[in-house]
């Protein structure tokens, strides 16, 4: 999660299942290029697969017909792609100016004293996953915390102990 160049091989062939590639086919006719479905193809993969290996940027390049460099590229690019696999709950901490300053380090610091979570790694149960990631986009209402895609805004030690105790 840390190192964004380094890709992870399962070791398996991967592809859509029947659901992702119905809908590779739908939004394909979308987009004037196939290359276009680069992103998409991403989203995709992630959403069945919660992460992105290898072998999954080898996958989406030979269906839609490109290298698989600039899968690579787009997939290392943004850090919404997930190039690990991921906990049950993926947690990801604004690291950029307005939340470092307003505390930013206090919630990293909780999860590392308390469940022993530190950036780019998993608890060993498996439930939780961290990631330090760039400005999230809500520097108004920092520190910011997403978790599992969702935002959590004005964060302190205390709302991201009950914000975790709500997550099963
Ligand atoms: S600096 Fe954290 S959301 Fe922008």
């Known amino acids: 999660m840390s190192d964004r160049s380094q890709l992870i091989s399962t070791g398996e062939p991967f592809q859509f299942d029947k659901e992702r590639d119905a809908e590779f086919e739908r939004l394909v006719k979308r987009y004037p290029t196939r290359e276009s479905m680069i992103l998409p193809a991403l989203w995709l993969t992630q959403e069945q697969e919660g992460w992105i290996s290898q072998e999954a940027i080898a996958y989406i390049a030979d269906r839609i017909g490109t290298f698989a460099s600039k899968v690579y590229e787009a997939a290392t690019f943004y850090t919404m792609y997930n190039l690990h696999p991921m906990g049950k709950?993926?947690?990801?901490?604004?690291?950029?100016?307005?939340?470092?300053?307003?505390?930013?380090?206090?919630?990293?610091?909780?999860?590392?004293?308390?469940?022993?979570?530190?950036?780019?790694?998993?608890?060993?149960?498996?439930?939780?996953?961290?990631?330090?990631?760039?400005?999230?986009?809500?520097?108004?209402?920092?520190?910011?915390?997403?978790?599992?895609?969702?935002?959590?805004?004005?964060?302190?030690?205390?709302?991201?102990?009950?914000?975790?105790?709500?997550l099963k």
């Open 89 to 166: 709950h993926h947690i990801c901490v604004c690291r950029t100016l307005s939340c470092w300053l307003r505390g930013k380090q206090e919630i990293i610091d909780y999860m590392r004293d308390e469940l022993g979570l530190t950036p780019g790694k998993k608890t060993e149960d498996g439930k939780f996953s961290l990631e330090e990631v760039e400005c999230l986009g809500h520097c108004g209402t920092a520190p910011v915390v997403q978790v599992d895609g969702e935002f959590h805004e004005n964060m302190d030690v205390e709302k991201f102990k009950s914000l975790l105790a709500t």
